[in-house]
């Protein structure tokens, strides 16, 4: 592919500016006022998520869902209905396990209006693999063997082959050659040509269509697989958001590109996309799996100056998670130290300290269960899709405690994680102050005068007398329970007159870490 010279000027910058202006939101969750941060919740059905959006995401102050690919799918039998089938693509048909067109539509809708965004996982870098045929989980009829797609329609024409792709098998051979990393197929899949005409507009078609439906934003499947010019064109091509769902006229959908990069040698990286919204920041939850496990002589104290400060890109850019579908099973960009779910007490600390921390949109992840079986350091089963009946993805399961059931984990809804999401929140717009640490692995610090909090992650206990910023008084923390009225379920903090705290905070606790803040104040402050 060649790009054209554009030559400097300062004028024409500026004249560009102006014509671009717009579109500044695709790097703008469009959140609705007061809200900071999304769950991805991973192949859950649509009549759940809505389910979720009312009775939960929304009352607790979630800004918004990524959802699992909508568009219909190969049926992959062997194995049996993994996760991954819903990667491969045979239309834009909304058809899949999941839900159809209309139970997609009512999820968006009902999730609009209890303030809970939806973000859609969008796989327009392929179609199904090389070998596959037969039909897709909405009916449609599909060959990928002669590169045809019917119901999209899309055919051999609209992808890319030797003209394009430098290999001899039609794959990526040498993952140092970016030319082969966007032009060639990636394990096998029958790989789209988006500089053609008909590509650009089947994909914006379908994404015009999410729009419509009220969706506020996409993910954006192996963006380093494609050219960031090609897709600074279908996103040109991309409708503004509609005011009937509560957008401001004018707002742009939110797009977030896959860009695995965390490696020095990574031939692309995230910047190349910066002009076309952010890009996830995988190094974001490598380095903290690092730190929360002690790995490699990583110490918690040094998170002082964690963001760009690290190499990490610029906060505005950025979406960052501590795990997410992929690299918890071992794939993507994922490193041995990722953090997931299995090793729940520091799991819990490095999402409170994502939630706590001011940099990039954050997502938490709210995953299933699968028993992990190793041989030869590979999770041989990380391939298991979601709980189900003969492939038919069962129901989400709520207990009367609130947590999940049915093979479902449901990460946000752990009180310390989805309490951390109301703290981010409440403490939105101000900065890091008050920072403390032993030099080792306990932190403390304050968000401005509004939230503070302290993680204890060495092997002794956190004994020391700190300054919260916050007012005097007393306070619920929120890692260990909630208020109610003029109460707490868990522990109760008291703040000194002088804005002190005098902590304790035990090793062997449940959870090693304490947070207050402003909306957690109890009104019983008279001896203050």
């Not at 039909?135 to 002669?146: E, P, Q, V």
């Not at 490699?296 to 610029?314: A, F, I, M």
């Not at 609130?402 to 946000?412: F, I, L, S």
Request: with cysteine; net charge negative.
């Amino acid at each position: 592919m060649f790009k054209k010279q554009i030559l400097y000027s300062p004028s024409i910058c500026i004249f560009i500016a102006i014509l671009i202006q717009p579109g500044y939101t695709q790097w703008d969750p469009n959140f609705v006022p007061g809200k900071t941060a999304m769950v991805h919740l991973f192949e859950w059905r649509w009549e759940d998520i809505a389910l979720e959006c009312e009775r939960y995401l929304g009352p607790h102050g979630f800004g918004g869902v990524q959802v699992s690919p909508p568009n219909e799918n190969a049926v992959v039998t062997n194995p049996f209905r993994p996760w991954y089938e819903r990667y491969q693509p045979v239309s834009y048909k909304l058809e899949t396990r999941s839900g159809n067109e209309a139970q997609f539509a009512d999820m968006v809708r009902r999730c609009n209006a209890v303030g809970v965004r939806i973000y859609v996982d969008t796989v327009i870098n392929h179609m199904t693999g090389n070998s596959v045929y037969g039909r897709g989980t909405g009916g449609s009829d599909f060959d990928a063997r002669i590169h045809s797609f019917p119901a999209v329609p899309f055919t051999a024409a609209d992808f890319n082959d030797k003209s394009t792709c430098p290999t001899e098998s039609g794959g990526v051979e040498d993952y140092q050659d970016p030319i082969q990393i966007r032009n060639c197929e990636y394990v096998a899949l029958r790989d789209l040509n988006h500089g053609k005409t008909n590509v650009r507009e089947k994909i914006s078609e379908y994404m015009n269509k999410l729009i419509s439906f009220g969706v506020a934003g996409f993910r954006v499947d192996l963006a380093k697989h494609m050219w960031p010019e090609d897709l600074s064109n279908i996103f040109s091509r991309l409708n503004d958001l509609p005011t009937e769902h509560g957008f401001n006229p004018g707002t742009r959908p939110f797009i977030v590109q896959e860009i695995t990069d965390a490696a020095d040698n990574e031939p692309i990286k995230g910047y190349e996309y910066f002009d076309n919204g952010r890009v996830t920041e995988f190094r974001f939850g490598i380095f903290l799996g690092e730190i929360f496990r002690k790995a490699n002589g990583h110490k918690l104290h040094t998170l002082k100056n964690y963001g760009e400060d690290w190499g990490l890109y610029p906060d505005d850019k950025v979406l960052v998670f501590v795990d997410n579908h992929d690299n918890q099973r071992g794939h993507g960009a994922s490193g041995e130290y990722i953090l997931t779910f299995r090793l729940a007490k520091q799991y819990k600390m490095a999402q409170a300290f994502m939630l706590s921390w001011p940099f990039g949109t954050s997502r938490v992840m709210s995953s299933y269960y699968w028993d992990q079986r190793f041989e030869e350091g590979v999770d041989q089963n990380d391939w298991v899709g979601p709980p189900n009946v003969d492939g038919v993805t069962s129901g989400v399961i709520i207990h009367p405690n609130q947590t999940c059931g049915g093979g479902w984990v449901c990460e946000h809804r752990w009180r310390q994680i989805v309490n951390m999401v109301n703290f981010r929140n409440v403490v939105a717009g101000t900065t890091v102050a008050n920072w403390w640490d032993n030099n080792e692995h306990q932190i403390a610090f304050s968000r401005g005068n509004k939230g503070f909090i302290a993680i204890n992650n060495d092997d002794h206990s956190l004994q020391a007398t700190l300054q919260t910023g916050l007012s005097p008084g007393l306070y619920c923390d929120v890692i260990s329970g909630d208020k109610y009225g003029d109460s707490c379920s868990g522990k109760t903090i008291t703040v000194n007159a002088d804005g002190t705290v005098n902590l304790n905070i035990q090793v062997d606790e449940e959870d090693s870490m304490i947070a207050i803040h402003v909306e957690q104040k109890l009104s019983n402050t008279s001896n203050f």
